[in-house]
Nanobody, 124 residues
Framework: QVQLVESGGGLVQAGGSLRLACAASRVTFRAYALGWFRQAPGKDREFVAAISSGGGRTNYGDSVKGRFAISRDNAKNTVWLQMNSLKPEDTAVYYC?????????????????WGQGTPVTVSS
């Protein structure tokens, strides 16, 4: 069973930055594409970013393009989400997700494994 553990969430002022991490265990990490999703209170879960299994392809949601960056280190079994120029509307619980395969899909249903989430609050 794949285990994903997110970290790095917290409270930040608008315009600030945070770096989320997701550590995976019990998995051949390089065989999995990884994604980040978020869910704000009262809203559906939203796609944020994804990265292919080899790290060569990335995919971003429209609301974060140019501000967020996803990266991974297959030797460390870790994927990161660098979040810059944060806005109050970025406030949400951020979830790491994994899917067996290379493609960095933007749909929630494509991912079989999920972490517990880490909360991010951006104050105005």
């Amino acid at each position: 069973q794949v285990q994903l553990v997110e970290s790095g969430g917290g409270l930040v002022q608008a315009g600030g930055s945070l770096r989320l991490a997701c550590a995976a265990s019990r998995v051949t990490f390089r065989a999995y594409a990884l994604g980040w999703f978020r869910q704000a209170p009262g809203k559906d879960r939203e796609f944020v970013a994804a990265i292919s299994s080899g790290g060569g392809r990335t995919n971003y949601g429209d609301s974060v393009k140019g501000r967020f960056a996803i990266s991974r280190d297959n030797a460390k079994n870790t994927v990161w989400l660098q979040m810059n120029s944060l806005k109050p509307e970025d406030t949400a619980v951020y979830y790491c997700a994994a899917r067996l395969g290379s493609n960095a899909y933007d749909t929630e249903a494509a991912y079989a494994y999920w972490g517990q989430g880490t909360p991010v609050t951006v104050s105005s």
